[in-house]
């Protein structure tokens, strides 16, 4: 993960877009320093105020939380930053989503476009063709749909699967699928998701 940093610290076009805004630049890092290092997030503030976006929890701070591609895709679905205007805010139902291998770069690349067009769908990162990181599993509960009186009452959300069956298998597919679907709130067994008031 270091490989990306070091690209970037030596790409002089990036730079020279960095200093037109003379000093009053918003960036944002993804990742922890394990994705990009301390050295490269002190050179980007030069060039103005850098935020990284990290899963990091600030209230268990006796814990570093780790951190990986995994956890930093749901974290940056999660945040918002009033300031520069970024992030996706989705801690709740009625929402869209990509999901991709993280192997499968060609189709992280091709998904970009759903993050800002129609449903507007963060990219949430899988590590397996066969099965759900138990991180991502909890964000897709945590933000199910679910109604009291009738499922006509929405919200819904969509998750766009990126990449053949190779690379996202059928029956991760459907477990998407499962755990995404609008779901009883009366159900006693029924104890994630949320509404639209919620």
Same mark, same amino acid.
Not at 67 to 86: L, R
Not at 154 to 174: A, D, F, H, L, R
Not at 181 to 187: F, L
């Given at each position: 993960?270091?490989? $990306?940093?070091?690209?970037?610290? *030596?790409? #002089? &076009?990036? %730079?020279?877009?960095?200093?037109?805004?003379? /000093?009053?630049?918003?960036?944002?890092?993804?990742?922890?320093?394990?994705?990009?290092?301390?050295?490269?997030?002190?050179?980007?503030?030069?060039?103005?105020?850098?935020?990284?976006?990290?899963?990091?929890?600030?209230?268990?701070?006796? =814990?570093?939380?780790?951190?990986?591609?995994?956890?930093?895709?749901? &974290?940056?679905?999660?945040?918002?930053?009033?300031?520069?205007?970024? /992030?996706?805010?989705?801690?709740?139902?009625?929402?869209?989503?990509?999901?991709? *291998?993280? *192997?499968?770069?060609?189709?992280?690349?091709?998904?970009?476009?759903?993050?800002?067009?129609? %449903?507007? #769908?963060?990219?949430?990162?899988?590590? #397996?063709?066969?099965?759900?990181?138990?991180?991502?599993? *909890?964000?897709?509960?945590?933000? &199910? $749909? =679910? %109604?009291?009186? =009738?499922?006509?009452? /929405? $919200?819904?959300?969509?998750?766009?699967?990126?990449?053949?069956?190779?690379?996202?298998?059928? $029956?991760?597919?459907?477990?998407?699928?499962?755990?995404?679907?609008? &779901?009883?709130?009366?159900?006693?067994?029924?104890? =994630?998701? /949320?509404?639209?008031?919620?």
């Amino acid at each position: 993960m270091a490989r $990306p940093s070091s690209v970037f610290i *030596n790409c #002089s &076009a990036s %730079f020279a877009a960095l200093k037109r805004r003379m /000093g009053h630049a918003q960036i944002y890092v993804w990742g922890g320093p394990d994705q990009v290092s301390p050295a490269v997030v002190q050179e980007l503030s030069k060039y103005g105020m850098v935020t990284r976006i990290t899963n990091d929890d600030q209230v268990a701070f006796n =814990t570093p939380a780790k951190n990986d591609p995994i956890s930093a895709s749901i &974290a940056f679905a999660k945040m918002w930053d009033p300031m520069g205007m970024v /992030g996706f805010d989705i801690t709740g139902p009625g929402h869209g989503f990509t999901l991709v *291998n993280i *192997n499968d770069w060609q189709g992280a690349v091709a998904s970009a476009p759903l993050s800002h067009m129609g %449903f507007h #769908s963060p990219l949430i990162l899988t590590d #397996s063709e066969k099965a759900l990181p138990a991180a991502v599993e *909890n964000y897709f509960k945590m933000v &199910a $749909p =679910t %109604f009291t009186t =009738t499922p006509a009452q /929405g $919200p819904y959300n969509m998750t766009y699967i990126v990449g053949n069956y190779q690379k996202i298998s059928w $029956p991760e597919q459907v477990r998407v699928d499962n755990i995404s679907e609008m &779901a009883n709130r009366r159900v006693w067994s029924q104890n =994630t998701g /949320g509404m639209y008031n919620n």
